[in-house]
C-alpha cells in the first residue's frame, strides 16, 4: 500500500541485502518512522514491545528473526533457542509458532553453511506469500461486499464496522479484514468505516484511521462501547474483523472487546464476518475458550493513553488512580456461533469444522 504515493509494505529486506526494516507502530499516526533490526534479539523485542503487531506481520518478523539470529551462528542448539525466544514473545498470534516451523522445517536438515541464505529465501518467500494470500481475501470479500451493497439497494454508503487493526499494517500488504474494503473502495462501492477505537492501545484510533486516511477511505472513530448503539439504529450494514488464531471448528481469537461486537450483531441481524489467513488457523484447537493461551499485557497500556502533548510529543497521561490497580486481556474469543462467515484466501466459508475442512481439504 502506498504511504503519500511511496508503496510500502510493513516489513522490507534493506538495500545491504541483509537488515531488516520495518515502521515503527507505536509511532504511528503522529511520526512515521523506519526501524532497522540487525539482530534476533531487536527483532523479538519489536514483536514484544508491538513496533510491529498483528498476527501475520509477528509470523514475517519472527522468520526474519531466525534469519538475523544465523547471521553469527547456525548449529541446531542456537537455531532451537532463537526460535523458542521468538515464539515466547506473543503466546496468541499463532502465525508466530507457524513461521518459525516453516522455518526449522526448512533449517534443520540442510548443511549448516546452507542454512543462511535458505534462511533468507524463506523469509522472503513468507512475505511474498501474506501478500498474495491477503490480495486473494479482498477479492473474496469483496464479492461479499458486493451482495450486501446490493442487498441495500446500493442506496448511500456501504457501512462497516471494524475492530482493532487488519489492515496492511497488521500483514505485510493489504491486511486481512481491511482488504476487501480497499477493494470495495477501489471499485468505486461508497464504503464508510466505523473504526472501534481499541483500548487499550487503541490500535483502531492510531493504526487503521491513519491507514483509512492514507488511502481516502471515509471513516468515522467511535469509542469501543457504541458499536451496539449504531447496530439498533440500523447504522452498520456489516461487521469485519481480523483473527489472531481461528480453531479448526471456527471459533475467532481477536483483540478483546470482538466477542462483544459479535453479541450485539447477533442481537440486531447484522452480518459479523471474520478475514484470515490460512496460517492463522491453528489445528490442533478445537476450543478456543478452553484451549487458546491469552496473553495478558502489562498495566501500563490501561492506566495510561498514549497521544501528542502540548509541545507536540508523544507522551502518556494517567487515567486510573495511583492506588487503583487493572488487568489488561489482550484478546478474546468468539464462538463460530456467531460468525456469519470466514473470508479466506480460497473463498469464503462457514465458521464450522466442515466449512473449513472443504477449504482446506483436511
Ligand atoms: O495486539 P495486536 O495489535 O497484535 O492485535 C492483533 C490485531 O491486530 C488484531 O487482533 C487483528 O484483528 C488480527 S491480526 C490481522
Avoid at 449504531?230 to 481469537?253: E, K, N, S, Y
Wanted: proline share 4%; hydrophobic share 40%.
Amino acid at each position: 500500500m502506498e504511504v503519500d504515493g511511496v508503496p510500502y509494505r510493513s516489513i522490507w529486506l534493506a538495500d545491504d541485502g541483509w537488515s531488516v526494516d520495518i515502521i515503527d507502530q507505536t509511532r504511528l499516526p503522529h511520526e512515521f518512522r523506519v526501524e532497522k533490526l540487525t539482530t534476533w534479539q531487536q527483532a523479538a523485542h519489536a514483536i514484544s514491545a508491538m513496533l510491529v503487531r498483528g498476527a501475520p506481520l509477528i509470523g514475517a518478523t519472527a522468520a526474519y528473526g531466525i534469519c538475523l539470529g544465523l547471521r553469527k551462528k547456525a548449529d541446531n542448539d542456537h537455531l532451537k533457542t532463537i526460535s523458542e525466544k521468538l515464539i515466547a514473545t506473543r503466546p496468541t498470534a499463532v502465525n508466530l509458532r507457524w513461521a518459525i516451523r516453516a522455518m526449522q522445517d526448512l533449517l534443520l536438515p540442510l548443511p549448516e553453511n546452507a542454512r543462511l541464505a535458505a534462511a533468507y529465501e524463506k523469509a522472503a518467500q513468507i512475505c511474498d506469500e501474506d501478500a498474495a494470500i491477503n490480495s486473494a481475501i479482498g477479492d473474496h470479500g469483496l464479492e461479499v461486499f458486493k451482495r450486501i451493497w446490493e442487498a441495500k439497494g446500493k442506496t448511500g454508503r456501504l457501512n462497516i464496522l471494524t475492530h482493532c487493526n487488519a489492515g496492511w499494517l497488521a500483514t505485510v500488504d493489504w491486511g486481512t479484514a481491511l482488504s476487501p474494503i480497499y477493494k470495495a473502495h477501489n471499485a468505486g462501492i461508497p464504503v464508510h468505516v466505523w473504526v472501534d477505537e481499541t483500548r487499550p492501545r487503541n490500535q483502531g484510533a492510531h493504526l487503521t484511521c491513519w491507514e483509512l486516511g492514507k488511502h481516502g477511505v471515509d471513516h468515522t472513530l467511535i469509542v469501543d462501547n457504541a458499536g451496539g448503539h449504531l447496530m439498533q439504529h440500523g447504522l452498520v450494514d456489516l461487521c469485519i474483523t481480523g483473527t489472531d488464531r481461528t480453531t479448526a471448528a471456527g471459533g475467532v481469537c481477536n483483540k478483546i472487546g470482538t466477542y462483544l461486537k459479535a453479541l450485539a450483531a447477533r442481537d440486531n441481524n447484522v452480518p459479523f464476518y471474520v478475514a484470515l489467513p490460512g496460517p492463522t488457523i491453528d489445528w490442533e484447537i478445537d476450543n478456543g475458550v478452553k484451549d487458546i493461551p491469552i496473553e495478558v499485557r502489562g498495566s501500563h497500556e490501561v492506566d495510561y493513553i498514549q497521544g501528542l502533548n502540548g509541545e507536540g510529543e508523544i507522551a502518556g497521561v494517567r487515567i486510573l488512580p495511583s492506588s487503583s490497580r487493572s488487568a489488561n486481556y489482550a484478546f478474546d474469543v468468539t464462538p463460530a456461533r456467531l460468525v456469519t462467515g470466514l473470508i479466506t484466501e480460497r473463498g469464503v466459508s462457514e465458521a464450522s469444522k466442515t466449512g473449513l475442512a472443504k477449504l482446506y481439504q483436511r
